[in-house]
């Protein structure tokens, strides 16, 4: 059996085993109950909450011509068409098969190598779970909120000034093992911190809320539970639109400290995880509609790509 079918047969394995958990969970979920607690939200907080999640992709989309600012002329709408191209997939595809689309349409469409793409891409994955690690300190340390906060601001301090320093000793250590010139693939700069920082909260908070208002918990709680999705959505192991390690994730995170029975919270789990999807593809969407996704990304050295359209 060769490498790919493996990959074949493991995606389909994980698919159906999280169809198997995901159909076990929405049994046991009192749906008449649940539909008038999704109706429990007024629209206008439905409206908010996914203006939230679309802005954060405009913080991607920053964070992006940040990363290329020195080697592509990349407008915002390139930058966004390409990452909630990128987010699109990432959700849809198992396994999260779907990052390659990052690296995929750097090459394709900015004549990057795959090498300084696929550097890229772990460049800001690791920056992600750097930030996204801080702000599940910030809530759920068992301190007082100003504590947890400060805490976390610490520890993002510390990832800004230790990471650098392990991704030039990476890039070291992958160079001499390939017996070539160093990388030159600086850090994230600072800019981009500021991008990542504020486009996790951003997306917590859009999340949270719709949770605060269905469930009888304060907010902290609900950012309980939106972090708590948002750690299981990193997990390699995912099937098509993340459903189950999503919903086990916010479960988890609202029953750290809220006693509330998994049904009800899985109902309001898939909801927020449907208006996320809603606003993933739709932006995806949208933006091949009006051909974002699709355009090439100018070199700023002149260099051609191989795009062609």
């Known amino acids: 059996m060769t490498r790919s079918t493996k990959k074949l047969w493991g995606s389909i394995g994980v698919t159906l085993l999280a169809i198997a958990i995901m159909g076990w969970m929405l049994r046991a979920v009192d749906w008449q109950v649940a539909i008038a607690t999704w109706q429990r939200v007024p629209l206008h907080i439905w409206l908010v909450s996914a203006m939230g999640l679309a802005a954060s992709h405009l913080l ?28 699109a997939w990432v959700v849809l595809v198992p396994m999260r098969g779907g990052e390659a689309i990052y690296v995929w ?37 068992p301190f007082s909120t100003a504590l947890s906060v400060l805490l976390a601001l610490l520890l993002m301090v510390l990832a ?16 001499r ?26 997306k917590a908070c859009a999340i949270a809320w719709p ?34 390690p999503y919903e086990g994730g916010v479960i988890f995170g609202i029953q750290w400290t809220a006693s509330l029975p998994w049904q009800d919270i899985a109902a309001t789990a898939l909801a927020v ?19 974002w996704s699709q355009k090439p990304l100018h070199r700023l050295d002149g260099a051609t790509t191989t795009f062609s359209q």
């Not at 989309?61 to 990128?86: C, I, Q, Y």
């Not at 793409?117 to 599940?136: E, K, N, Y």
């Not at 800004?160 to 160079?175: D, G, K, N, Q, Y």
């Not at 017996?179 to 800019?191: I, K, R, S, Y």
């Open 177 to 202: 093992k390939e017996g070539a010139e160093p990388f030159q693939a600086p850090p994230p700069a600072w800019e981009s911190w500021i991008y990542a920082i504020s486009n996790w909260i951003l």
């Open 211 to 244: 949770l605060w208002v269905m469930l009888p918990i304060d907010f902290r709680t609900a950012l309980h539970g939106s972090v708590g999705g948002e750690l299981a959505a990193t997990l390699p192991l995912q099937p098509p639109a993340g459903f189950g």
């Open 160 to 175: 800004m000034w230790i990471l650098p320093v392990s991704w030039s000793w990476l890039m070291h250590r992958m160079s």
């Open 105 to 141: 349409v750097l090459h394709r469409q900015g004549g990057i190598s795959l090498r300084q793409a696929g550097i890229s891409l772990l460049r800001l994955r690791v920056q992600d779970m750097a930030v996204l690690g801080g702000l599940s300190v910030a809530v759920f340390a």
């Open 273 to 291: 995880h449907l208006l996320a999807l809603a606003v993933t593809v739709g932006s995806a969407t949208l933006a091949r509609i009006l051909g």
């Open 60 to 87: 991607r989309a920053g964070r992006v011509r940040t990363e290329w600012r020195d080697t592509l002329n990349m407008g915002w709408r390139e930058a966004w068409g390409l990452m909630v191209r990128h987010s």
